[in-house]
């Protein structure tokens, strides 16, 4: 397996304000991503983190709401920027192995609500 | 497209077998991955299918048929533990598109 660590694992923010969720994963992860998840819902990819580069972004997420940085191969952050009641969900990081490219390992998550 | 299509609930007795299917648009597809998710926790992969047939893990199997564009997870001699979200997904470029999710109610 891989070991994933987020935080923080939750907060309460008020509108209009951001925040930068942070992901560490071990050495053994190549690729990283972000997803979000609505309580009850699936999971929607947001972006590929690439490192050292500008992240892969999926349709309906722009990096100036979502910027992700990667400086080095273990660790990644993802911001929510000027957030709104909408924003309230849960943000997870994932990350595939070098040896094991078709699992993916996913962070604890982080509950986020915004007031 | 490349969306998969779950039933949204599935129930069962401990000790029972379930089986949760899962369909998908066969535009630009590699292989079927199932995750499981317990309330509160993190997605954990448990198969992942490229070729059609059955891959069996202990009490979990997983199946797949190109030609059908159709898959699914066995889950047998079901425990009150497996009470969860199941997710079949399938590969985006590198990353994962996942279905809308499975819940799994195992009583007693």
């Known amino acids: 397996s891989a070991v994933i660590s987020q935080k923080p694992s939750r907060d309460i923010c008020q509108r209009g304000t951001s925040l930068t969720i942070q992901c560490q994963v071990d050495s053994q992860v190549t690729m990283m991503f972000w997803y979000r998840q609505q309580p009850g819902q699936s999971l929607t990819l947001i972006a590929t983190?690439?490192?050292?580069?500008?992240?892969?972004?999926e349709s309906g997420f722009v990096i100036d709401k979502f910027p992700i940085s990667r400086p080095n191969l273990t660790f990644s952050t993802l911001t929510v920027s000027n957030m709104s009641p909408e924003d309230s969900s849960i943000y997870l990081c994932s990350g595939t192995r070098v040896d094991s490219y078709n699992e993916q390992f996913f962070g604890p998550g982080t509950r986020l609500t915004v007031l | 497209g490349q969306s998969l299509e779950q039933p949204s609930e599935v129930t069962a007795v401990e000790g029972a077998i379930v089986q949760i299917n899962c369909t998908y648009q066969t535009s630009g597809f590699y292989g079927l991955s199932w995750y499981q998710q317990h309330d509160g926790g993190a997605p954990t992969f448990l198969s992942y299918n490229a070729l059609d047939g059955l891959e069996e893990t202990g009490r979990f199997s997983s199946f797949l048929s190109r030609s059908d564009s159709y898959g699914y997870l066995l889950l047998q001699e079901l425990q009150m533990k497996d009470s969860a979200s199941y997710f079949c997904?399938?590969?985006?470029?590198?990353?994962?598109?996942f279905g809308k999710g499975t819940t799994l109610s195992v009583s007693s």
């Open positions: 983190a690439n490192q050292g580069s500008e992240a892969t972004y």
């Open positions: 997904s399938r590969k985006a470029g590198t990353a994962l598109i």
